[in-house]
C-alpha cells in the first residue's frame, strides 16, 4: 500500500514592518499620517492635519523623513507636496512646483530667499 503525502508548505516569509508615521504638529502631541512604506522616496504628499492645516511628507533616498508646511509662502498655494526633492550642499530641500524656490527640509528656510521660511514639523515613525 502507498501512503500519499503532501508536499510541505514553505515557510512563509515575514513582510516588512514598518512603523506608522506620524507628526507632531505641537508640543506633545502626534497625528498619525500613514505606514512609513507608503511614503515613495524622492516623493512628496500632502496631510491634513486635525486644525485644518496641510503638511508636505518627505521621504529621502535614504530613508529619512520630513515635514514641512504644504503652502508656498511666494503663491499661498499648497503645493509643497508637489515640489522636486534634491539636495544642495548636503542639504535636503524641496523645490515648489509653482516658482521653483527651494525650501530646506530640515530647517523650513527658503534656499533662494532668506527673509521666507516654512514651519517645520518632527516626525518618528512607531
Known sequence: MTTLTTPATPPSRPSPTTG?????????????????????P???VAALLPDGRQVAVFRDRSG??????????????QVLSRGLV????????????????????????????EEVAVAVYPVRAN
Open 42 to 44: 524622492g516623493r512628496g
Open 86 to 113: 534634491g539636495s544642495a550642499e548636503g542639504r535636503p530641500f524641496v523645490a515648489s512646483p509653482l516658482l521653483k524656490q527651494r525650501f530646506d527640509l530640515e530647517s523650513g528656510r527658503c534656499l533662494d530667499d
Open 20 to 40: 506608522i508615521l506620524q507628526i507632531s504638529p505641537g508640543p506633545g502631541s502626534w497625528v498619525t499620517v500613514c505606514e512609513e512604506d507608503r511614503l515613495t
Open 64 to 77: 529619512r523623513t520630513y515635514a514641512i508646511d504644504n503652502r508656498d509662502p511666494f503663491t499661498g498655494a
